[in-house]
């Protein structure tokens, strides 16, 4: 009978392990403190809006401040190292962005692979960029452009506000895709770009829509195309790219990301929370606003994701030799 009670006393604790595992896993006190969110844009942008949006959200549903730390410098660089460095404990996370996947491929001294250092957490939101024109080019379609440009090699001038940032990337996947030469730009910011066109300096540009909105109001561009996969909300008249190249898709995303070897059940908790908040009436109305779509989703779902854009971003930078000033 002794036996019998310890045996069922041991095979108690055994399957209760799991449970009490799962319970430890969980961390039901994260966070009890400062939550840090790098970011490797300057505030003010697009990026840090939204950044600044999300953190708000979640600190109001966890119960602890969620500070958005702006680290500008190298096309988020910067910040990436700092947050790949940063201890993987939950209270350094980094709100990502197309960038970050980008920027290591075209700098040759980078030491952070988006793909090894860090973690999925939450996909964002994703946008396509737009291909806009100067009212006084007379190409007004996608192959209109090709067109004009097989006619005259290398004397299209199109402006993009940063070297080897995901704008022209986007362009140079295009041009090879549809077989042609354009001459590109690159103007420190999208405002010096969109002058440029506005000017007629150059006769196209890759912007973001948010950008680029109020002039397309105004009238004084002309949009040609978007890149992602469906027209924008924002923009519903303007054609995408794949409606010309099928298949052709390139979006700026952004989302959280957090360190490698983060525990899973931190990462599974701000994933859930960040799920919620997407799902928020306000919050997609502000997301819309931008020209972007909600997203949301796993986190196998969004490190799939960054794991293609790395792999496919890598190609186009080894076959153009497209690198940082």
């Known amino acids: 009978m002794a036996g019998s009670t310890r045996r069922d006393a041991l095979l108690g604790a055994t399957l209760a392990w799991p449970a009490l595992r799962g319970t430890a896993l969980a961390q039901p006190d994260y966070p009890n403190r400062l939550v840090r969110v790098v970011i490797g844009f300057a505030a003010g942008g697009a990026t840090d809006i939204m950044a600044r949006l999300l953190g708000a959200k979640l600190a109001e549903r966890l119960g602890q401040p969620f500070v958005i730390e702006n680290r500008p410098g190298a096309g988020t660089l910067v910040a990436a190292e700092m ?16 960038s970050t996947v980008v920027t290591p491929l075209i700098n040759r001294g980078a030491t ?32 209109d452009i090709a067109a004009l440009a097989k006619q005259r090699p290398g004397q299209l001038t199109l402006s ?6 995901i704008n022209e990337l986007s362009v140079v996947m295009w041009t090879r895709r549809a077989g042609i030469e354009l001459t590109l730009v690159p103007f420190n910011g999208n405002q010096p ?14 912007d973001s829509p948010f950008a680029t909105r109020p ?37 700026f995303w952004s989302g959280f990301i957090a360190p490698s070897r983060t ?15 997407l799902k928020l009436p306000d919050v997609i109305e502000r997301i819309t606003s931008f020209g972007a779509e909600p997203m ?3 986190r196998e779902g969004f490190a799939r994701t960054i794991a293609e854009d790395w792999r496919r971003f890598a190609v186009v930078v080894q076959e153009s030799g497209i690198r940082a000033e």
């Open 263 to 277: 525990p899973p059940a931190i990462l599974d908790r701000l994933n859930t929370e960040v799920d919620a908040i």
């Open 83 to 98: 947050a790949a460095r940063a201890a993987p404990d939950g209270y350094t996370l980094m709100y990502a962005s197309s």
């Open 112 to 143: 952070v692979d988006p793909v090894r250092d860090f973690a999925a957490i939450s996909l964002a939101q994703s946008s396509p960029m737009i291909l806009v024109a100067n009212n006084d080019l007379p190409a007004r379609t996608l192959p």
């Open 160 to 165: 993009h506000p940063g070297r080897g940032g």
């Open 215 to 251: 002039l397309l109001e105004a009238g004084r561009i002309r949009p040609i195309a978007v890149t992602g996969p469906r027209r924008s909300p924002i923009l519903p008249d303007v054609p995408t790219f794949a409606e010309t190249l099928p298949g052709y898709d390139v979006t």
């Open 193 to 206: 770009s969109l002058n440029a066109l506005m000017r007629g300096d150059v006769q196209l540009a890759s």
């Open 296 to 298: 949301g989703g796993s």
